[in-house]
C-alpha cells in the first residue's frame, strides 16, 4: 500500500531515546503492544475500506516489523488513535514509509512524518521513501510542499488493480517519493515553512485541467506544468470514464517526461507538478 495523509470520516528505539510528540491535542509515540498493532489495523480498515482478506498489513506483521528494529507509530487523542504510521528498512541507509493514514484532525498527518524523520535521523537513515497515487491532488501537495519530498520514479500500475474504498478499482499507478532529511529545504519544511518551486515565465502546460477532463497541451518546452484532478476520489464514484482518462493522461504526460529523464522539482498552486527537463 502507500501513504495515505487523508481522513475517515483520515520498536524500542535501539537507542533508547524517547522520540514520542506532542501537541495541544495529540501525542505521537512508537507502539509495542500487539493490542496496539491492533487498533492500527481498525484504523487502516477504516481509511481505506479494505475487505477483511485484503488487508496489506495486518497486526501480527506489525509486531514480526517492530521485533526486527522497524518502525511503527500511532497518533493519540487521549487514548483514541487517530492516526498511524509504519515503515520498514531498505537498502543505502533508507527507511521506506509503506503506510501513513490519518482519521482526526488536519496536521495529524504532518506531525507523524515529523516524528518519523526524527526517529530515522536517531537510527542513522539519512532519507525516507514512500509510494503514493500521483493523481491525488492535496497528497502531492502534502509531500512535495509541505514536506519536501520529490518524486524520483513513476511506477505505472505498482500494487496491480485495487478494490479498497479509495481507489475503486483504479490501476495503481504511483510515484516513488524521495526524503532526503538533511536538506535544507526539508529542515526548512520542518519548521513550516513550505517549499515553493520557482516557476519561469514561459513554463509550458503539458495536461490542464478542465472541468475534471485532462486536456493535453505542450511537453516542448523547458519546464512543464503537469495538473492533476481537482479530487479524484470523488471523481472514481462519479464518472470511472473521466477518472481513467486521468490516469492514462498523467501516466503518459508525468510518466513520460519522468521515464525520459526529466526532473519534478514541486508541486505549484496545489494543482501542478513542476517538472523540469535536464537537457
Same mark, same amino acid.
Given at each position: 500500500?502507500?501513504?495515505?495523509?487523508?481522513?475517515?470520516?483520515?520498536?524500542?528505539?535501539?537507542?533508547?531515546?524517547?522520540?514520542?510528540?506532542?501537541?495541544?491535542?495529540?501525542?505521537?509515540?512508537?507502539?509495542?503492544?500487539?493490542?496496539?498493532?491492533?487498533?492500527?489495523?481498525?484504523?487502516?480498515?477504516?481509511?481505506?475500506?479494505?475487505?477483511?482478506?485484503?488487508?496489506?498489513?495486518?497486526?501480527?506483521?506489525?509486531?514480526?516489523?517492530?521485533?526486527?528494529?522497524?518502525?511503527?507509530?500511532?497518533?493519540?487523542?487521549?487514548?483514541?488513535?487517530?492516526?498511524?504510521?509504519?515503515?520498514?528498512?531498505?537498502?543505502?541507509?533508507?527507511?521506506?514509509?509503506?503506510?501513513?493514514?490519518?482519521?482526526?484532525?488536519?496536521?495529524?498527518?504532518?506531525?507523524?512524518?515529523?516524528?518519523?524523520?526524527?526517529?530515522?535521523?536517531?537510527?542513522?537513515?539519512?532519507?525516507?521513501?514512500?509510494?503514493?497515487?500521483?493523481?491525488?491532488?492535496?497528497?502531492?501537495?502534502?509531500?512535495?510542499?509541505?514536506?519536501?519530498?520529490?518524486?524520483?520514479?513513476?511506477?505505472?500500475?505498482?500494487?496491480?488493480?485495487?478494490?479498497?474504498?479509495?481507489?475503486?478499482?483504479?490501476?495503481?499507478?504511483?510515484?516513488?517519493?524521495?526524503?532526503?532529511?538533511?536538506?535544507?529545504?526539508?529542515?526548512?519544511?520542518?519548521?513550516?515553512?513550505?517549499?515553493?518551486?520557482?516557476?519561469?515565465?514561459?513554463?509550458?502546460?503539458?495536461?490542464?485541467?478542465?472541468?475534471?477532463?485532462?486536456?493535453?497541451?505542450?511537453?516542448?518546452?523547458?519546464?512543464?506544468?503537469?495538473?492533476?484532478? #481537482?479530487?479524484?476520489?470523488?471523481?472514481?464514484?462519479?464518472?470511472?470514464?473521466?477518472?481513467?482518462?486521468?490516469?492514462?493522461?498523467?501516466?503518459?504526460?508525468?510518466?513520460?517526461?519522468?521515464? #525520459?529523464?526529466?526532473?519534478?522539482?514541486?508541486?505549484?498552486?496545489?494543482?501542478?507538478?513542476?517538472?523540469?527537463?535536464?537537457?
Amino acid at each position: 500500500m502507500e501513504e495515505h495523509i487523508g481522513y475517515a470520516g483520515a520498536v524500542p528505539g535501539s537507542t533508547g531515546v524517547d522520540h514520542s510528540t506532542s501537541t495541544t491535542s495529540t501525542m505521537i509515540r512508537e507502539l509495542h503492544a500487539y493490542e496496539e498493532f491492533e487498533q492500527v489495523d481498525e484504523l487502516f480498515g477504516r481509511i481505506w475500506g479494505f475487505e477483511p482478506d485484503s488487508r496489506p498489513i495486518t497486526a501480527g506483521l506489525m509486531r514480526a516489523l517492530t521485533h526486527a528494529g522497524n518502525y511503527v507509530s500511532g497518533a493519540f487523542h487521549g487514548d483514541r488513535m487517530v492516526g498511524a504510521s509504519v515503515g520498514f528498512f531498505g537498502q543505502d541507509s533508507t527507511l521506506h514509509s509503506q503506510n501513513t493514514g490519518v482519521a482526526g484532525g488536519r496536521g495529524i498527518g504532518f506531525e507523524l512524518k515529523r516524528h518519523q524523520r526524527l526517529w530515522a535521523l536517531d537510527h542513522g537513515i539519512s532519507r525516507i521513501t514512500w509510494t503514493y497515487d500521483p493523481l491525488v491532488r492535496r497528497n502531492a501537495h502534502f509531500n512535495l510542499t509541505k514536506l519536501g519530498a520529490l518524486p524520483v520514479e513513476y511506477l505505472p500500475d505498482f500494487y496491480g488493480v485495487m478494490a479498497d474504498a479509495i481507489n475503486h478499482g483504479d490501476e495503481s499507478d504511483r510515484v516513488l517519493a524521495a526524503w532526503p532529511l538533511t536538506d535544507p529545504r526539508v529542515e526548512a519544511a520542518g519548521r513550516g515553512v513550505p517549499y515553493l518551486p520557482p516557476v519561469p515565465e514561459d513554463a509550458v502546460v503539458g495536461l490542464a485541467d478542465d472541468g475534471d477532463r485532462p486536456v493535453e497541451g505542450r511537453t516542448d518546452g523547458r519546464v512543464v506544468l503537469v495538473a492533476v484532478p #481537482e479530487d479524484i476520489e470523488r471523481l472514481r464514484g462519479e464518472d470511472a470514464g473521466a477518472a481513467k482518462a486521468w490516469r492514462h493522461a498523467v501516466r503518459d504526460v508525468l510518466g513520460g517526461l519522468m521515464g #525520459e529523464g526529466a526532473t519534478v522539482t514541486g508541486f505549484h498552486r496545489k494543482t501542478y507538478y513542476v517538472v523540469e527537463r535536464n537537457t
